[in-house]
């Protein structure tokens, strides 16, 4: 939806640009080191201070910000993958933006409005065991994965949808 958003404003004559928070994603060896590569995606698992450190940037209107992407063929972050110079728009968007608790609690502040995009889990199910099927996980990976870590995560993201400006209900919209 941030794609598709800045798509718009662009073809309405905006500058925009999308800086996705999956390019904090902590790498894999950080992960491995930490003991935390089977719960890639929880909320301790990407870099959020750096995150927050990089909307400041942005806020402040540095003049270049190299912005991480997320590979999905690499399973890694991409530095640079985006580099946001002078547009006045920023679309971000991410999982853990309105968590309230450390290392979270600065990021609602950074943004001027925050949309929740609220996806019941009998959208989110389907689409997530499809994108890890794609991906090249077994239906029993994808399934413990799913179960294990992103329904609790996504629980997790729904009881901040309050601290949004506006909620949307995704289940309608796609």
């Known amino acids: 939806m941030a794609e598709r958003a800045c798509d718009r404003l662009t073809a309405d004559g905006h500058r925009a640009a999308v800086a996705p928070m999956d390019g904090f994603h902590r790498s894999n060896a950080e992960l491995e080191a930490m003991g935390a590569r089977g719960r890639k995606g929880d909320p301790d698992t990407f870099d959020a201070e750096a995150y927050a450190a990089m909307l400041r940037h942005v806020r402040e209107g540095e003049q270049r910000v190299e912005w991480p992407t997320f590979s999905r063929v690499t399973d890694e972050p991409v530095p640079g993958g985006v580099v946001i110079t002078d547009e006045p728009i920023v679309i971000t968007e991410g999982n853990y933006l309105l968590l309230e608790g450390e290392p979270w609690k600065d990021v609602r502040g950074l943004l001027d409005e925050a949309w929740f995009l609220d996806v019941p889990e009998d ?46 209900d995704v289940g309608v919209v796609l």
């Open 123 to 168: 959208v989110l199910v389907p689409r997530l065991l499809e994108r890890f099927l794609a991906g090249g996980r077994s239906r029993e990976e994808a399934e413990a994965k799913i179960a294990g870590s992103d329904l609790p995560n996504a629980r997790l993201v729904r009881g901040t949808r309050g601290r949004a400006d506006l909620v949307l």
